[in-house]
């Protein structure tokens, strides 16, 4: 045909039209630029004698390791049957709204006659020519004797049904988990296993025909979703998340949020952003965390050797205002202002306390003092390895939350927006003993061949000591048994710790905490783009949460993290995961995790109050100034609080002055 003068018309049987199929296919997947897929598609299609030829090898090759049955199927499921439809399956859901298993007699002989001439044969656009293709292929059944004359008239009656034609859904819009199965999406496009670059892994998505197994447990994922629906509608001007995260592997085991259908309808609270997730992961700019942030701040001490029995005077107002502080670039490097500063504590207890008693009621002077006393560049630096993603807007850098934070004392009180599923990586981190694993999703690849490929790893490693998640754990153990988040504790004898976060004007609440088992998040927050949260309009709220009742569900809100997100979402959830788990417990710390170590105290009476500052500083002492009255001059360096030659706990030293 390819040198008759008559020109060439279609001769190949279903085996050669497969194996140029599975040419151009190939093409496609591996294909690393536009004009690169062209010229090697060109050349699957080339009318050339050496094509036909090569093309009859493979096919008579094929033959001999496939029947024709399997030969058919797998060219019905790979061949364009039009409208964006590759497969028989997908032609079938599309323009009949069925399966393939499921065509009738009509529907399959017009997908038949539909291969040869997908956009002259398409129902949707050309019903006419697309109802003649059909009954081309009915007359010839009818003529081999594989269907009787009155099948052939009854098929050739039926009218193509327009209204049943369903779009082809791309994408992960349309399944059961989406946000989950964008999220599969988004990790596997950073897969080596899948290609050297984005495209690649992209067309090996797409056209690779790949199996892809999840490790989320369906009946938790419905659990969570249920729970949080349950508090937070889609249509609701709140947004609401649940993220459970496996100590020591990073399996996300649920991800849940208040708008779990994914499209552009926002009248029926559908988004396209997963509200849990960083933003590289298809997540929106972040929340304030609130008081959650506390945790990363009690770890930073415990490394620098402060123990839970520090004790701070923690009134309330506490004026921060011309503090000069640590950061990263050295000593005393940052200074709170211009502005004044002077935190409150929302729940009393502003007195001199220690770590427990200031987690259990989350007293933000106490934590400020503690943060202060770890430095700025240790609590930073404690939440960037824990795993935390601050949020930014699409197509921005990504934030660095040291450098962005280590000069606002505030850090501590969780002003920084993240992601909801970096806090419970953050947490799980702790759950683990100090192992920070990040996220994963995806168990298993197998690849067309029956080829397992690699999968994403979790690059579990330690970045904290194991004393130091074990105090923190130990205080937060002590928040959810008697302080801001028994309203969430789990009933039974399973250990738990967590911690409470209301952020100000109560616009998020939070609860994050975790068992041995499994570290959760729940949140809830305004939508700060409806009604009332916007200012100056009308009906506009100024308490957040506070007493608000969420329109679609009835459900009243205290405005409180245990209360609300720990309470209503955080402990039912948990709950129900853990019936029939083991009741684990978490270690307890050493002594110098909870008291301290003893060290000798150096002589600096010889010293001003600057050198002697340095030097107790230097020795691990957090070293505080008081002036005292005294017919001294004025500036004099009186002593210190803790005597030179004696032994002492390595956490404060007050240097006194007139």
Request: proline share 5%; charged share 20%; with cysteine.
């Amino acid at each position: 045909n390819s040198t008759s003068v008559d020109g060439t018309q279609g001769g190949s049987s279903i085996t050669q039209q497969y194996v140029k199929m599975v040419q151009i296919e190939s093409c496609q997947t591996r294909g690393t630029s536009d004009a690169a897929v062209k010229k090697c598609v060109d050349e699957a299609r080339a009318p050339t004698v050496d094509r036909k030829v090569r093309e009859l090898r493979y096919a008579i090759a094929l033959e001999q390791r496939l029947t024709k049955d399997q030969i058919l199927s797998n060219y019905l499921n790979i061949a364009y049957y039009g409208d964006g439809s590759y497969g028989v399956e997908a032609a079938a859901r599309h323009y009949f709204n069925t399966t393939a298993a499921k065509l009738t007699l009509p529907q399959a002989a017009m997908l038949a006659g539909l291969v040869q001439n997908p956009d002259a044969f398409n129902p949707v656009l050309h019903r006419e020519a697309a109802t003649d293709r059909r009954d081309v292929v009915v007359n010839r059944m009818a003529e081999l004797g594989l269907i009787t004359p009155a099948q052939m008239k009854s098929a050739k009656a039926q009218r193509f049904d327009a209204k049943a034609v369903k779009p082809i859904l791309k994408g992960c819009v349309g399944t059961r988990y989406p946000f989950l199965c964008d999220y599969v999406r988004r990790t596997l496009e950073q897969s080596p296993s899948l290609g050297d670059n984005l495209r690649e892994r992209d067309n090996q998505l797409d056209r690779g025909g790949l199996q892809i197994y999840t490790a989320i447990d369906p009946k938790t994922q419905d659990m969570a979703q249920k729970k949080v629906s349950a508090v937070v509608g889609p249509t609701d001007p709140l947004i609401s998340t649940m993220n459970m995260i496996q100590p020591g592997t990073g399996l996300i085991v649920a991800s849940a949020q208040s708008r779990p259908v994914m499209g552009l309808n926002k009248k029926k609270g559908e988004t396209y952003f997963n509200l849990s997730a960083p933003t590289e992961m298809g997540g929106i700019q972040g929340y304030q965390a609130g008081s959650t942030f506390k945790a990363f701040t009690m770890a930073a001490a415990f490394e620098k050797g402060i123990p839970i029995s520090k004790k701070y005077n923690a009134k309330s107002p506490y004026d921060f205002t011309g503090r000069r502080f640590d950061t990263c670039r050295g000593n005393n490097t940052g200074k709170v202002g211009p502005d004044k500063y002077a935190p409150k504590n929302s729940v009393g207890h502003s007195k001199k306390i220690a770590m427990t008693e200031a987690a259990e009621y989350s007293v933000n002077t106490y934590f400020i003092q503690l943060e202060l006393g770890a430095g700025m560049c240790g609590v930073t630096k404690m939440a960037e390895k824990l795993g935390v993603k601050v949020g930014h807007p699409l197509n921005k850098p990504s934030v660095n939350i040291v450098k962005t934070y280590q000069d606002s004392i505030s850090f501590t009180l969780g002003v920084a927006e993240v992601a909801p599923m970096s806090m419970a990586e953050a947490y799980a981190t702790f759950a683990s003993g100090g192992i920070h694993c990040s996220p994963i999703i995806v168990s298993k690849i197998v690849d067309r061949k029956g080829k397992q490929l690699d999968v994403p790893s979790a690059g579990c490693k330690r970045v904290i000591d194991k004393d130091v998640a074990d105090g923190v754990s130990k205080v937060l153990k002590s928040v959810i048994d008697k302080g801001t988040g028994k309203p969430a504790r789990v009933p039974g004898s399973f250990d738990q710790a967590g911690k409470t976060g209301t952020i100000n004007s109560n616009n998020a609440v939070w609860f994050a905490g975790y068992t041995p088992q499994v570290a959760g998040v729940s949140m809830i927050s305004i939508d700060n783009t409806r009604k009332p949260w916007l200012k100056n309009k009308s009906g506009f709220r100024s308490k957040g949460v506070e007493y608000y009742t969420v329109p679609s569900t009835k459900v009243f809100l205290q405005g409180s993290g245990g209360g609300d997100a720990g309470a209503k979402i955080w402990k039912p959830v948990m709950s129900e995961y853990l019936k029939g788990k083991d009741h684990t417990s978490f270690d307890d710390p050493p002594k110098k995790i909870k008291v301290g170590k003893k060290v000798t105290v150096p002589y600096v009476g010889n010293l001003g109050i600057s050198a002697a500052t340095k030097k107790l500083q230097k020795e691990g002492f957090d070293v505080s100034t008081q002036s005292v009255y005294s017919n001294r001059p004025k500036y004099t360096f009186l002593g210190w609080s803790a005597r030179a030659g004696s032994r002492g706990r390595c956490t404060s030293a007050g240097c006194c002055r007139r």
